[in-house]
């Protein structure tokens, strides 16, 4: 059985903007926004495969419950992942409002 990471996005994908010396406004919230949107289909992807090992594990299909429980955690997982970042961005954003000018 192979084993396999359980990042949720690739390090050359966000190596890839700094690589570059001068960047528009522009253009960095068309990185940012793109490397937002992959990893949210990331994370889609694992519960999707989750979902899918489920259903074949509840019909009677070829499929062994250790991967069924190992595609639930890892589902599991990017999901909990992402909602504290997504929690940690609130609380910075919060913060800089906060912040008096």
């Given at each position: 059985?192979?084993?396999?990471?359980?990042?949720?996005?690739?390090?050359?994908?966000?190596?890839?903007?700094?690589?570059?010396?001068?960047?528009?406004?522009?253009?960095?919230?068309?990185?940012?926004?793109?490397?937002?949107?992959?990893?949210?289909?990331?994370?889609?992807?694992?519960?999707?495969?989750?979902?899918?090992?489920?259903?074949?594990?509840?019909?009677?299909g070829n499929i062994e419950l250790h991967e069924v429980m190992i595609a639930s955690q890892k589902s599991s997982i990017a999901l909990n992942a992402t909602l504290e970042i997504r929690n940690k961005v609130v609380e910075a954003y919060q913060e800089i409002m906060r912040m008096q000018v």
């Open positions: 059985m192979a084993i396999e990471s359980v990042s949720m996005f690739n390090v050359a994908q966000v190596n890839a903007p700094m690589a570059t010396n001068k960047v528009s406004s522009s253009q960095a919230q068309e990185n940012f926004g793109d490397f937002l949107q992959s990893a949210i289909n990331s994370v889609n992807e694992t519960q999707k495969a989750s979902d899918v090992a489920t259903n074949k594990l509840i019909n009677g």
